[in-house]
């Protein structure tokens, strides 16, 4: 009897142990993710000394689903027709904080982007930056805005300028994937080495060149 | 065993043939045909009787939108000769050698670019006054050949094509219907290759033609595919459902199995007999397990796909060897009178005009190489035993946002050369093969788009030009020279207005994107023609360009596109 207790006993305690371990093997599984995601978007090349600031990545669940409801709390329906996503008008105020650095304006920019995606499913036809910020701030076939038009940041030809106001650059490789955004970087001239990018591809250089065998 | 392997036994083995090119597979033993490539090259040679029927259609494809504004360019007495020296500032070529020296000066650069006309020392490429116009063009200082094939008639332009759903203007433009993602590369090379822009992609106009002409029997004797890529996998071949699959060739010919040595020499003896070792009793088995039919679909689907491999590998590699050898010999013999002797033109005649040293053909660039193949499987083109193929090869590196000065001209300068090389392969093919004559193989170009009219920046180094719309693009065979010849050289479809907010600009933006006045439909419609697709198989729902009908007849003279012959 002591020995068939000791035995259910011992497989308990087996079962328990068994589970206790899982769970923290889960656990470091999970944390392993994490850390490898974190590190994967750390090995980016920015310089040193910009600090990255995490902003939130586009959320489609938190999104109005389009065609929205009238009395969807996260629009804002203007009298001329069109209706604002207030979280993708929020994310762009933020643009060009001074506490903030321009990699966190790219991502910022592109998650106004991702709103406008998640509409159209496609990113806004990119034939330069005028075009892109006319159809991010309204002039688009839903009349939705999800990029303010009264920024400061554009300037008079509508276009969305940088920190160091030259206009952003827009390289439209597939509706498929984001737009590659690049701004030109202190010396106001693309293709230099302080240009900064945000693509879903990493960061390589605006330009094409010889490919054949040197 | 049958059910463990979930054999079937049917198999429509004459589809399979005509598709996948295994001509031995019937007789059990596959691999006791595979072992000497020259011996199989013998027997499958011997073959097929394509001849004087036999039409090639190659498409040279220009990755990243090359910037045509700058490769037929306004000069003289063209009244946007004006237009160009002022718009496209920095990234434009001068006209003379004091454009030139004016242009060094203005930018401070310290070298005299190359100018365009001939008449005070330029690079001489000047084209022939083409009608209607009849105004003076110039060709990139880089396009020396083309320049000279166009004045000779064997190539033409194709002036301001691109993709339209319908006939588009500025005045139409926000109320057209208008191809998906316009100036996205991505979007728009599948809708070059789709020609139906205004739809997700679904096939390539060529992998249609290919579905028509396996209905119609039009390659009766094929052994490999009609559509082959040089270029990895292309949407342009891209049959419906897949039914005609695109073959991929390397720039040496077809792709092995990897694993057996060189020509299977570590798994086959000389007389194409297993080898006894662990290698050679490897490939038969796989090969054993190759032969077995499942009714599973994915699992036959990849025994087909190996079994289509190996069997277009023999025929391929019986192609490039009859390409490869003299004429003379008396194993194999090719048409021209030296082995190699398509390696060496190419060599030679890239040399010359790029000024390198290469001293044999592996040394050439990838792209040169890609069609160096193509010419020498056009060359064995019996073995392929199909009347009509089409070929598909890439060159890169025009998305020329920055530094289009530094870039442009060797990437054309390329081009060039490859033409240069094709063109006078197809000509000495003609000389030397009775069977071939130089007007069966066009070759057109295609690219993204063109790019914009002004430059993005004012500074030489760094600057470019960015993604924009309807371009220039130009075919060159005999076929072109049979019709072009008589007024040598001509700008068909109509050269666009050269101005920011004028008559052919997109109505948005500030830079130069020009809305095509010929659609891709209309320009690939022709060639289709010429490659044997019926009128009535051209246009409507189910035709090869359903959206043709929406613009003018390209066999109208109003369409303006006579480049080539009809069927």
Sequence with gaps: MRQRAFTFFALFAAIIGGAYLLSLSNSENKNQSVTSGIIESEVAPRPAHL???????????????????????????HTNGKVSFKHAIEIARQMHDPESDTYTDLERLN?????????????PVAGDNQMVISALTGNNPENIIVFPP???????????????????FFHALSSQTDLEIFSAGPDKKFGTHDDISFTDRGSRPLRGGDTTKS | MNERFNIQTKVDRRRFLRRGGLAGLGLGSMAATLANLKMMSEATASQTSVGSDYKALVCFFLNGGCDTNN??????????????????GVAGIPETQADAIAMQTQYGLSFTPEWITGADGGAGTEINSPSPTDQQFGLHPSLKTMASMFNQGNLAFVTNCGTLAEQTTAGNYNNAVLPIQLFSHADQVNQWFSS?????????????????????????????????????????LVSPGGTVPQYSVTTTGAIPLTGYGTNYAGALDGNGKYDTNSTGRRLRAFEAIMNYNHSHVIEQGYNTVVKRARGNEETIGAAVAIADTNSGASSNPGPFPTDNYLDNLFVT?????RGTNFTQASQLPNDVEEMLIIAKLITGRKCLGNNRQVFFMNKGGFDNHQDINDDLPGLLGDVDAIVACFDQAMQDLAQYDPDFDYNMVTTFQASDFNRTWTPNGDDYGTSGTDHAWGTHTWIFGGAVEDVAAPSTGKLYGFFPELAVGGADDVPQGNRGRWIPTTATDQYYARLAN??????????????IFPNLD???????????LDFIGTT
């Design chain 1, 51 to 77: 600090e990255k600031q995490t902003v939130t990545a586009p959320n489609v669940e938190r999104s109005p689903k389009y065609p929205a409801k009238k009395d969807d709390p996260r629009l804002e329906r």
């Design chain 1, 111 to 123: 998650e106004a982007i991702g709103f406008y995606r998640m509409v159209f499913k496609q990113n």
């Design chain 1, 150 to 168: 009264d920024h400061p940041s554009i300037n008079a030809n509508g276009e969305l300028l940088d920190r160091w106001e030259t206009p952003y």
């Design chain 2, 71 to 88: 490769v037929v360019i306004p000069i003289g007495n063209n009244p946007q000769a004006d237009n160009y020296k002022l718009d496209r």
């Design chain 2, 196 to 236: 139906v822009p205004q739809n997700p992609f679904v096939s390539g106009w060529a992998g249609r033609i290919a579905d028509l002409f396996e209905q119609n029997n039009t390659n009766p004797e094929a052994k490999t595919s009609m559509l082959i890529t040089a270029a990895g996998n292309t949407d342009l």
């Design chain 2, 349 to 353: 005649t890239y040399n010359t005009l």
């Design chain 2, 530 to 543: 010429w490659f044997g697709v019926s009128t009535a198989d051209l246009s409507g729902p189910q035709g």
């Design chain 2, 550 to 560: 929406e613009f003018v007849d390209p066999f109208n003279a109003a369409a303006n």
